[in-house]
């Protein structure tokens, strides 16, 4: 699926079930404790910290889908198009880097 795609879904899901978007401040809050709760489980069960009981449960997935839903309403309400900005981050990070990460000798 596109990702303009996605965001025409978000968007009519705000204003079929959600009633309206929250300002763009909420939403970056919203942003931020979302990707908190990635790094969470990233840090716990990839990482050296002990993954607590609590966090066992946890499906990294969804989190990973709260992220995108909340940063598929900040571009709805300011007017992005994420498709087409996607597309040229990765022209650009192709042209940059096509021989950059080859060369890497860490990456070997």
Request: glycine residues 4%; proline residues 0%; contains cysteine.
């Amino acid at each position: 699926m596109e990702i303009i795609k996605l965001q025409e879904e978000v968007d009519q899901w705000i204003k079929t079930i959600g009633v309206r978007y929250f300002n763009e401040l909420t939403n970056m809050a919203m942003l931020t404790e979302e990707v908190g709760e990635v790094a969470r489980i990233i840090a716990r069960r990839y990482g050296e910290q002990s993954e607590k009981e609590s966090d066992k449960v946890k499906d990294l997935g969804e989190e990973l889908a709260d992220v995108l839903f909340v940063t598929l309403c900040l571009a709805n309400q300011t007017g992005t198009n994420l498709q087409e900005a996607f597309d040229r981050k990765m022209k650009v990070k192709t042209d940059r880097d096509k021989d950059r990460h080859q060369k890497n000798e860490k990456l070997k």
